[in-house]
């Protein structure tokens, strides 16, 4: 789940609008070819795949706690709203730190942000090992959303300073595989290891220092400029140039990260109901089989123009849903997870389709801050109708009339992106593929 992002979390492709590698204000390092011998910094490839290794352990952070809500519930006795609340308050802080830091790296540096962050998310696996109650989880949950809101813009921007066609494939492909990860390896701890609710954050953690070590190893890819401050205050703005391709993205991404809220909150609930199993492993499925099957469409739709591949995402959207609904109806698992599935490539097809709409068309000066708001959009998608599906399981129809209004509600939502796009006119909208060819 970015997020979170595809984080983050669009697949490779460079367009034909030139990205300038300077600006007066904002000015790369220097290259490293014209760098001394003694500077033995990460470039390039190997520095994209640890910026994307970071999405990745950020996104498996982030649902590592999901096969571990039944336990948390079994132990302290909270309801589903808690579950959501847990679940919706890490989205918050997410879009907090991407409102509040998601600009800073424009200004002191990549490096330095994702030091900060990795040590906060330490902190946070920290308080997840330790958590004795609902407060400790809540605020674990509050550091880990901080930390990863604020790393999300400066990994994906210093992913693109490094290489743009790897590094926006990567910014689309990451944020499914840590989601995937870290739910199934989360539950398979649960099921088969001793001390769940301690041993995979304690095994994250090492993850984290191991990658604060090839940060810190990384080259930085901008100068300090001034206006670091004036970064933290709260602030929207899109270049003009920009403002098409994000309002034909943002409804898409919407709606794939709201489909990844309810699996992050609900999906094992509706697991057990649906099987009748409590086993941790089958219900942590269904959030595994969403994510796989969205790393596994961003791969296959690497090459494909971008408006294809968000025509694509829309339509399987609206399929996986009406499938899992129907599924909900029948009481059948099969059909539920095939329903996952085919919604699972709506969403990475959606995500991949929204970030290559975008950000190939960003000035290096404003990558951060746009993938900022980009992740901005996701997460409120996730959070938000998450929390409002756990307070109506409570006290509206219970978990499956929830779902079947959640699910219709995506339905809805994704029609109504469809329509957009099919309006928007096809030049407004760049086709953009990884040979630069448009």
Known sequence: MTEHGGAIQGAAGTGTIPIPDAVPTHRPAEPAATRPRRDRRLTGRPAVYLLASLIVGLLAASSAPTPLYATYQAHWGFTPITTTVVFGVYAVAVLAALLTLGKLSDHVGRRPVL?????????????FAT????????????????????????????????DRELGTFANALAPGMGTASGALLSALTVRYLPAPTHLIYLALLGVFAVQAIGVALLRETVSRTPGALSTLVPEIRL???????????????????????????????????????????????????????????VAVLRAAPARPVMLTGILALIVGVTVTLIALTTKSPAAFFAGTAISGVGFGSGFQGGIRTVVPQAAAHERSGLLSLLYVVSYLGMGLPAVAAGYLVVHGGGLITTTRQYGLALILLAGLALVGLLRTRTGSIPTLRPDGIE
Do not use: C, H, K
């Open 239 to 297: 270049p003009r140039a920009l403002r098409g391709p994000v309002l034909a993205a943002a409804p898409v991404l919407f709606a794939a990260w709201a489909l990844a809220g309810l699996y992050g909150a609900l999906g094992p609930a509706l697991v057990r109901v649906l099987t009748g199993s409590g086993n941790v492993v089958t219900g942590a499925l269904s959030l595994f089989t969403l994510a796989a099957a969205a790393v596994v469409s």
């Open 131 to 162: 958590a004795g109650d609902v407060g400790a989880l809540l605020a674990a949950r509050v550091m880990q959303g901080l930390a990863t809101g604020a790393a999300l813009g400066a990994i994906g921007a210093a992913m693109l300073d490094e």
């Open 115 to 127: 030091l900060v962050a990795l040590a906060v998310q330490a902190v946070s696996m920290v308080v």
